[in-house]
Nanobody, 124 residues
Framework: VQLQASGGGLVQAGGSLRLSCAVSGHTFNRQTVAWFRQSLGKEREFVAAIRWSGHTYYADSVEGRFTISKDNAKTTVYLLMNSLRSEDTAVYYC???????????????????WGQGTLVTVSS
């Protein structure tokens, strides 16, 4: 499975960005795809995930501000980020796994395939 993350950039606090994760190399509609982020000096943390069924999951810190979605025809997962805050500044990574169990979705060590990351910088 190959993943290509894009869409990062510099945005002012309160603004919006949409990240994309293009997935190839495996049956897309059977994948669970997740977004994680890592800021300087911190551990990689879970942001959001979408199961093959369409069920979505969010970290408490982004619930209500971020929306994860997918386009099966384009084999792409999106992360729409609204009301961005300075603490959202991080490198964002997408991860995919066709067999991850629900209880492991929020654990970065349990995802098998990773994209290269895209930097999001929120200026205050």
């Amino acid at each position: 499975v190959q993943l290509q993350a894009s869409g990062g950039g510099l945005v002012q606090a309160g603004g919006s960005l949409r990240l994309s994760c293009a997935v190839s190399g495996h049956t897309f509609n059977r994948q669970t795809v997740a977004w994680f982020r890592q800021s300087l000096g911190k551990e990689r943390e879970f942001v959001a995930a979408i199961r093959w069924s369409g069920h979505t999951y969010y970290a408490d810190s982004v619930e209500g501000r971020f929306t994860i979605s997918k386009d099966n025809a384009k084999t792409t997962v999106y992360l729409l980020m609204n009301s961005l805050r300075s603490e959202d500044t991080a490198v964002y990574y997408c991860a995919a796994d066709p067999s991850i169990i629900l209880s492991s979705i929020r654990m970065y060590s349990q995802h098998d395939y990773w994209g290269q990351g895209t930097l999001v910088t929120v200026s205050s």
